[in-house]
């Protein structure tokens, strides 16, 4: 198991050095100095969230650094604070769905983000409660307070 965590880490890893090389051209020998000879990359991710699992794995277990990356993680908490962090140039790598591009294009955004990568496949959508439930049904929600995400969350 710790192989497979390893390699999904390292898979990000390749993904994230792809785009550092698209998404950060002209910031070189400047960037790589502030960041000990590493190649310093801010990377803005729209939540906080499961989905994005393999990231910190792989922040945590310094699988950027032997790549060469120093990844510094921000929290957005939504698209549009995300998308303005990254055409501000605040952030080089923006994790957030592509409504914000789209939105950000039809408005006449002239140097446009570019959306690379699928991150997750389905809605990141959970239900948890605070006890475990044996034999859960929907039925038991009726009369319930349930909490939907983020306000302007895509849930």
Same mark, same amino acid.
């Given at each position: 198991?710790?192989?497979?965590?390893?390699?999904?880490?390292?898979?990000?890893?390749? %993904?994230?050095?792809?785009?550092?090389?698209?998404?950060?051209?002209?910031?070189? @020998?400047?960037?790589?100095?502030?960041?000990?000879?590493?190649?310093?990359?801010?990377?803005?991710? %729209?939540?906080? @969230?499961? =989905?994005?699992?393999?990231?910190?794995?792989? &922040?945590?277990?310094?699988?950027?650094?032997?790549?060469?990356? *120093?990844?510094?993680? %921000?929290?957005?908490?939504?698209?549009?604070?995300?998308?303005?962090?990254?055409?501000?140039?605040?952030?080089?790598?923006?994790?957030?769905?592509?409504?914000?591009? &789209?939105? @950000?294009?039809?408005?006449?955004?002239?140097?446009?983000? %570019?959306? =690379?990568?699928?991150?997750?496949?389905?809605?990141?959508?959970?239900?948890?409660?605070?006890?475990?439930?044996? *034999?859960?049904?929907?039925?038991?929600?009726?009369?319930?307070?349930?909490?939907?995400?983020?306000?302007?969350?895509?849930?």
């Amino acid at each position: 198991m710790k192989k497979r965590k390893k390699l999904t880490a390292l898979s990000l890893a390749a %993904v994230m050095l792809f785009s550092t090389a698209a998404l950060t051209t002209g910031c070189g @020998s400047e960037k790589q100095e502030a960041a000990g000879g590493k190649t310093h990359v801010v990377l803005n991710e %729209v939540a906080h @969230s499961i =989905f994005y699992a393999p990231m910190y794995v792989a &922040i945590e277990e310094g699988y950027f650094a032997d790549e060469g990356l *120093d990844v510094e993680l %921000v929290t957005g908490y939504g698209a549009d604070k995300t998308m303005t962090a990254l055409l501000s140039g605040d952030a080089d790598i923006g994790f957030m769905g592509a409504e914000a591009t &789209i939105y @950000s294009y039809a408005e006449g955004i002239e140097d446009s983000a %570019v959306n =690379f990568a699928q991150l997750t496949q389905r809605a990141g959508n959970f239900l948890v409660a605070r006890e475990p439930i044996d *034999d859960f049904t929907w039925d038991m929600l009726k009369g319930k307070d349930v909490l939907g995400g983020r306000a302007g969350g895509m849930h």
